[in-house]
């Protein structure tokens, strides 16, 4: 069982940067990933990655977001990052983050809500115009 805390949400203006953590209970993940869910709306991934294996380090980003999120996995901290640049007031959503300890996930799956096993209860954003 891998336990998921998330920190970092906040209330900021638009165009600012923030930074989300994730810590894990364990370095027993594949891959990890963030999702957002505003209200309303259906759960979306925004970005995915890679911890182990050939594809190490190989991320992938939701179109809405790519360019300005980026994603950092410390091993040594068991912390995974989500950082968000030129935040949008479309951003506004309640942030998760989410564990898959199997292996060989295809990478059109990597957004893919049911392909992870763990989740953790998540971290508010909120982006004002």
């Known amino acids: 069982q891998v336990q998921l805390v998330e920190s970092g949400g906040d209330s900021v203006q638009a165009g600012v940067s923030l930074n989300l953590s994730c810590t894990a209970s364990?370095?027993?993940?594949?891959?990890m990933a963030w999702f957002r869910q505003a209200p309303g709306k259906e759960r979306e991934g925004v970005a995915a990655?890679?911890?182990?294996?050939?594809?190490?380090?190989?991320?992938k980003f939701a179109d809405a977001v790519k360019g300005r999120l980026t994603v950092f996995w410390s091993h040594a901290r068991k912390i995974f990052y989500l950082q968000m640049n030129n935040l949008k007031p479309e951003d506004t959503a309640m942030y998760y983050c989410?564990?898959?300890?199997?292996?060989?996930?295809?990478?059109?799956?990597?957004?893919?809500?049911?392909?992870?096993?763990?989740w953790g209860q998540g971290t508010q954003v909120t982006v004002s115009p």
């Open positions: 989410a564990g898959r300890v199997r292996k060989n996930l295809d990478y059109g799956d990597y957004l893919s809500a049911v392909q992870y096993d763990y």
């Open positions: 364990s370095t027993a993940s594949y891959y």
């Open positions: 990655h890679t911890l182990y294996g050939a594809d190490r380090d190989l991320d």
